[in-house]
RNA sequence: GCGGGUAUGGCGGAAUUGGCAGACGCGCAGGAUUUAGGAUCCUGUGCCUUUCGGUGUGUGGGUUCGACCCCCACUACCCGCACCA
């Protein structure tokens, strides 16, 4: 009988749509289970051979969960707003609505024909009004409660989409989407204050179970760092505050820099003698890119403020202060005390300006490069302080500080404020309109969702407004405060803001009432397994925690972490080992793989490809392999004999694969279980016969990876029920050992001979045995043993002179 | 520069409280069957060597009876961040 996957695959995915085999119940007795995959952003370029990677793995741990008896909650949906979507609408003249209504169409229909097991009752869309309703909602909320503010500031500007984008988009001074250069721009942005959360998002770190290097990135992103707040008075008589995480070196501060954007330089203009150079550098740092600021950050500038010069708190000594753009206004207090000993950019700028350096650290040579060594320096020209280890002179530095009133212990973090506003129409619209007499108003929450207003052109102005801004009749409104003549604000949110509560909707996806309800909340939450990409780490998976600890805040939510763990995979390259891409001609078409060799060769070869964390290349032969495994078990109806139990010799070998597949499951290890189905394969084909017990237990271990072709044998053998409602098999430990192992016997570690002897033979019997070997004998002729070595069910080493 | 990761046959990859390196698959070689094979089945397959044997997990050291695995010092490649005071 041939193995026609093309009428297999159709004929259960047909079934299992119409018995609703997998939607999650709400029977909230029953233990949960909550397996998430990222939704996908839905492409005109259609599904990529990367998409069934993760969705492949958690629709394994999802199928392994039901048979193991809990009600599975894996669900999916659409992440469609976004940029490529409205571009392509602009270009082709079509709604972005019926564009999104297409993409998500072929999208749907590419990932049904894999069989996985979605609950495709609880699809939701991000640009369906009845889902951005709450996050225009949620928006609202974190508005009421201050964490949302509007913000003159210099922002990512992106001359090629003419758009404001968010620091997170901009790689390497250019636009992550189009590649085009990002300048400055000064602009009137939404913020979300995702940083009154930084403290939080890094301490909860520690009650979750991320694999470590998601952990390790966010904590960098979140970047804490801890040191001291000193002021430094003036000869323009105030207080310049700034941080720095080496307090102990305050005696080998030199000079000091200020931001060029630094506000003290408009309150020093009357004291400033060359102000005319300081105002052509500010400019002149002010029309720099982020791209020319990285090109030229090894080669130090700035300019030195005449007129002004800070006093050294500890010493008394009068000290010059500069501008430069190596230090940034958005970071710490946006001004810095300059200590070249012992500070790599200080002293590079201190060579080029000819400043003084002192060591106040001793351990290295400060005349040839910075000492920036914490663990072994100990303090020397610093006064009070000298002798003293820099975790020593750092206490007592701060506590000197404290008493005099001139500095306070603080913390820092890299992380910073949201750009939450987009220039875009493609987006949920803020629902927010401004008024003068009351400034910025909320919408009533039963005017939401607000929807987005059909328009003309979707083109951005390309002088930073919205398209939204050109509707006037969607714009002026009443205030909602006061009734005067109001405006609505036109810009929309990011991406971002949908993808970060979408799983919560999925628990209650209907309710019309709130985001979800509590009961379903309290049932289906926290998402017990989260995978995806690792493009996503500081974006989305941060975000989203964001959001989550905000609705906990305030109640909505009954957990202060959204996911319980999260774990990610490595991408699919092309067959040159290069990422697949257009250009490069190396992209797979999954519905080619489907329709050559169907679904559940393509699900197979996808777990079988490598290390799940890591990036694999395809090979199309490979692909056949896993064809051929899945038609070897389509042939095991051949050699199908009676009986219920495990025959004799296969008993050991299920067992064993059991367990190994059972684990391998749970640690990400789908390469290795399908290797130990495929060894069990070859043992039974090599014996020639399988119970109707044995392809029972076997089908259901592999149904997980290869859902139709199982299922299919299932009903072909009569074995009852469908293969879905099965329970997953067990397995004892005590058969999985074997009862005869082969020892090696070693003489100084070189294997010189084999046993086989009774697996459970002690360490006494194993010496005894091995010195009986003949194959040994020579090496034992006229020497003596020195030494023994035994392990039991691996090896004896003995050692001889 | 900083942070993270990786390095094993012709290829993808297995192997952990330190104990037979190369499971499983691909490819390749030989054979069977076939009108035919890019189908199927069987056998073999790290490298060197006719054999005996030797040798082998990026490089150089070390610890150990024994190291892909632990320690020290490097090299190469990949990813992320990048003047964060």
Redesign the pocket.
Known sequence: MKYDYTAIEKKWQKIWAKKNAFAASDDYTKPKYYALVEFPYPSGQGLHVGHPRPYTALDIVARKRRFQGYNVLFPMGWDAFGLPTENYAIKNHIHPEIVTKNNVERFKKQIQSLGLSFDWNREINTTDPNYYKWTQWIFLQLFKKGLAYKKEMAVNWCTGCKVVLA??E???GVCERCGSEVIRKVKSQWMLKITEYAQRLLDDLDTVDYI??VK??QR??I?R?T?AQVDFSTTAGDKLT?????PDTLFGATYMVV?PEHPYIEKWADKITNLEEVRAYQEASAKKS?FE??E???D??GVVLEGVQAVNPVNGKEIPIFIS?????????????A?PGH????W?FAKKFHLPIIEVVKGGDVEQEAFTDCETGILVNSGFLDGLSVEEAKKKIITWLEEKGLGTPKV?Y?LRDWVFSRQRYWGEPIPLIYCEKCGWVPLDESELPLRLPEVENYEPTGDGESPLAAMESWVNVKCPHCGGPARRETDTMPQWAGSSWYFLRYCDPHNDKEIASKEALEYWTPVDWYNGG??HT?LHLLYSRFWHKFLYDIGVVPTPEPYAKRTSHGMILGEN?E?MSKSRGNVVNPDEIVRDYGADTLRLYEM????FE????W?Q??V??????L??IYGLTEILTPGNGYSKELEGPFHRTIKKVSEDIESL?F??A??AM??L??DI??IGKITQGELRTLLVLLNPFAPHITEELWEQCNFGGMLFEQSWPAYDEEKCKEEQ??I?V?I????RG?MTIAADSDEQALLAAAKGIPEIQPYLAGKTII?E?A?KG??V?L?VK
């Open positions: 620091n997170e901009v790689v390497g470590d290097r390790v990135s960098n992103w970047g760092s040191g700034i941080f720095t995480t080496r931001s982020d600021r990285t030229l950050a090894k130090k500038t753009d190596y230090v940034l206004m958005s970071y710490g207090t946006g001004a810095i005390m200590v500070d790599t950019r200080d590079e820092n890299k690792m493009e500081t080992g990422k079988f490809i490598g290390d890591k990036a694999a290349p090979n032969n490979s056949r392999g896993c064809k051929r495994f038609e070897r290890k390469n290795t399908i290797a495929m060894a394969l070859n084909i090599a192992v082969e090696v070693q100084c570690g070189k294997v084999r030494k070595i392990v691996k090896l080493n050692v």
